[in-house]
């Protein structure tokens, strides 16, 4: 690759002096009528004009050799040096604004724990130069053949439009459903017995909350498409925005199989990815490689995917005897509960009729009611959580890799590379410890900096296993700096 | 000066109680003006709940002062760290312990950190700084944590030159 050095499009400062009219067009309404705030405001304006001229004018990439350079002088002089080395990944975005002027945003991820959410440049070209600057990037960085196209022919999932309808509704939380739900009873509540005075909020907070988010996460995976060539990974999807992204399989620190409350149900799941460097081009905290769809089809796609990760251990659930730890817990958890609510919920009782007077009777009663009833409903709830656990968390060795399964009602199964780990920490409080209990944090990359991941109790040996594993693989020479070191 | 072949747990410096004991008072000085001045300014207008936040409030600041008065004896106690010639291991906790390990060949950067109450009484925490997080050995003598950075550092440098080296 040449030393080529590019501007921004002139149309990214187009788009910028278009957002800054928006939000000065409030603002020039409030001052109008008064000349010297006028006059200020006009002075403000011209400025913020002048800046964004300036910034485009004098901000630059170079493509260089070995390295990209952005440079920018302002308000200061900035250069910006990203070595290939440290490339993580590139990706291409077409939002509305690429769209209608026919260009694309370029974003470059790094390796970095600080910055992997953010990409670490962002240029907009000519959708052309772009593709190109793309190929002859990745075809340099990443080994793959030039001249790739970004758009993907063949999709290894094959997905219908109830399959992102289906992921939109009950494939991301049903935590968030469950909330959704009770702001619509809430609102219906309200109509009925509180001659209608939370409805309307409610109903809005329904609709920013839950609606408008399904109708978003539609749009975002619509025309969902996935497909590997040789070590990489190639993601695209969006209905009105396109989100291309491409990664090495090395760059996947874990998988995880994701199945909702509902998605368990129907028998579906939905499949990400912990990636390093990948975060910027959809804002996703973990990559989706797969939206919600049938389980075979997800165990055909990791097989075909990603079948680094395909290992089958033995997984073992909880200790009967972790019993004692979490019920000790629900038991904190219910002293507390009744430590904090149970005088304001008698309170309340008292006086519900004074507070509530304007309702209807049945209103009335339900609301004096309803702290006491939250406080007993939360305390069924944790001790059912801590029931459930026993039934859900498990653990699983294998030779290069283990597993977790977590989740209460959303579960998760997590298949985690030993040499991508980076601190294990295995606690234990005074019960488990007689018990020879205990539970493990792990650390990872992750591609919103790092994450940590935790274990249920397990008995402590066994816990101890993945961090002597981390540290076997270091000295018998099984873990491969050259694919893992960050 | 910690020998890094040595498996063996090095215990902290008994100083380290003193500087707990320090953080913790000003800790709960914190906690009593918060918890007792509302008391004091609003008793007026609280009404039926003035009984039930004192009971409430003594509850809590009594609860706070038997953690404060044993939490660093036993800290002090429980807390281990050995570095091994390929791990940092640090066993922790007042009634959680916790035992960390991070291989060092996962660590990005090392760095000495002394806080107010650590610089008067000549102590210094190291920071080890891996992809996934930070972990710490704390309530070190400031020449042990320094050698101990510099010795991660040589240990981490050194790896960096031999992967060059294959390369």
């Known amino acids: 690759m040449t030393d080529a050095q590019y501007r921004n499009h002139p149309t990214v400062m187009v788009k910028n002096i278009f957002l800054a009219l928006i939000v000065m067009f409030p603002l020039s309404i409030q001052f109008y009528g008064s000349p010297a705030a006028m006059a200020v405001f006009a002075a403000a304006a011209v400025f913020v004009f002048a800046f964004l001229v300036l910034f485009w004018a004098r901000t630059t990439i170079t493509f ?15 250069r910006k040096t990203i070595p290939h080395r440290k490339i993580a990944s590139v990706n291409v975005v077409r939002d509305i604004f690429n769209r209608i002027f026919g260009t694309t945003t370029i974003r470059i991820n790094i390796n970095s724990s600080k910055n992997a959410s953010i990409p670490e440049a962002n240029f907009v070209l000519d959708a052309a130069l772009a593709e190109q600057i793309r190929n002859s990037l990745a075809s340099n960085l990443f080994s793959e053949p030039a001249g790739k196209e970004s758009e993907i022919r063949e999709s290894l999932a094959d997905l219908s439009m109830k399959d992102i309808v289906l992921h939109g509704l009950i494939g991301t939380s049903t935590y968030q459903l469950i909330y959704a739900a009770a702001l619509l009873v809430f609102s219906a509540f309200s109509a009925i017995f509180m001659n209608g005075s939370a409805t309307m909020v409610s109903l809005f907070l329904f609709f920013t909350g839950e609606a408008v988010p399904v109708f978003f996460v539609i749009l975002k995976y619509g025309n969902f498409k996935v497909c590997r060539i040789n070590s990489h990974i190639y993601l695209q999807h969006g209905i009105v925005r396109s989100y291309v992204s491409e990664f090495d399989v090395n760059r996947i620190n874990a998988i995880r199989i994701k199945r909702t409350f509902f998605g368990r149900i129907l028998g579906k799941s939905s499949l990400e990815a912990e990636v390093i460097g990948i975060n910027a081009v959809s804002g996703d905290i973990n990559p989706t490689l797969c939206i919600l769809t049938d389980d075979s089809k997800i165990e055909y796609l990791i097989k075909q995917l990603v079948p680094e990760f395909v290992h089958e251990p033995e997984m073992a659930k909880q200790p009967r005897r972790a019993r004692l730890p979490l019920l000790a817990k629900t038991s904190a958890g219910t002293a507390l509960v009744l430590l904090l609510a149970a005088y304001p919920a008698y309170w309340i009782y008292l006086n519900g009729d004074t507070l509530f007077g304007d309702f209807t009777p049945t209103g009335v009663l339900l609301l004096k009611c309803a702290p006491a009833a939250a406080a007993v409903l939360s305390i069924l709830l944790m001790f059912l959580g801590a029931h459930t656990s026993m039934k859900v968390r498990e653990i699983g060795f294998g030779k290069d890799m283990f597993n977790i399964v977590n989740g209460i009602l959303d579960r998760q199964t997590l298949i985690i590379q030993y ?11 005074l019960m488990a410890r007689r018990l020879g209990l205990a539970k493990c944090t792990i650390s990872l ?13 397990f008995d402590r040996d066994e816990l101890s296993r993945i961090g002597e594993m981390m540290l076997l693989r270091l000295k018998d020479g099984t873990y491969r700096y050259d694919r893992n070191s960050i | 000066m910690p020998d890094m072949t040595n498996e063996s747990y090095q215990l902290l410096n008994p100083k380290s109680k003193i500087a707990l004991y320090t953080v913790y008072g000003i800790l709960y000085a914190i906690l009593f003006l918060f918890l007792i001045l509302p008391l004091m300014l609003f008793r007026d207008s609280v009404g039926d709940w003035q009984g039930i936040y004192t009971i409430v409030s003594l509850a809590v600041l009594a609860a706070a002062l038997v953690y404060v008065i044993a939490a660093p004896q036993i800290f002090y106690r429980h807390y281990k760290y050995a570095l091994t010639g390929d791990s940092i291991d640090v066993l922790r906790g007042i009634v959680i312990i916790r035992r960390t390990v991070v291989p060092i060949e996962r660590i990005h950067q090392v760095e000495v950190t002394r806080g107010p109450v650590n610089n008067i009484l000549g102590l210094a925490d190291v ?30 440098n050194g790896i960096i030159r031999d992967r060059k080296k294959n390369d």
């Open chain 2, 127 to 156: 920071d080890v700084t891996t992809a996934g997080g930070v972990a710490k050995i704390q309530f070190l003598d400031i020449s042990v944590a320094n050698s101990i950075a510099e010795e991660l550092n040589d240990y981490i």
């Open chain 1, 64 to 78: 260089g050799q070995n390295e990209i350079i952005v440079e920018s002088n302002v308000l200061y002089k900035k």
């Open chain 1, 419 to 429: 040499d991508r780990v980076q601190i294990t920490a295995v606690s234990a409080g």
């Open chain 1, 445 to 457: 990359m992750s591609s919103a900096g790092y994450k940590n991941i935790r274990s249920g109790y």
